[in-house]
């Protein structure tokens, strides 16, 4: 068996009845970032579950593309 090692990781967790409209008394969203530190996933849990995994790069590409979507 290889060597096992144990870390701590960044997380981040919030009710998303705070941010969206949508949001129910148990939904939440929680940020963890990557042992790497090369990104993070996101787990929403919400109108339905899902994981979103994104390096740093594809985030801020992400925070742009939404920036131009606010401006019109």
């Known amino acids: 068996m290889g060597r096992i090692t144990t870390h701590s990781r960044r997380t981040r967790f919030a009710l ?3 941010f969206c ?3 129910k008394e148990h939904d939440y969203i929680e ?3 990557w ?3 090369e990104g993070f996933d996101v787990d929403i849990n919400g109108r ?3 994981r979103i995994q994104l390096t740093w790069g594809e985030f801020n590409a992400i925070k742009v593309l939404v920036k131009t979507l ?3």
């Open 21 to 23: 409209y949508f949001g």
């Open 48 to 50: 339905k579950s899902e």
């Open 70 to 72: 606010r401006e019109e």
């Open 35 to 37: 042992k790497n530190g």
């Open 31 to 33: 940020i963890t970032e």
């Open 16 to 18: 998303l009845k705070q």
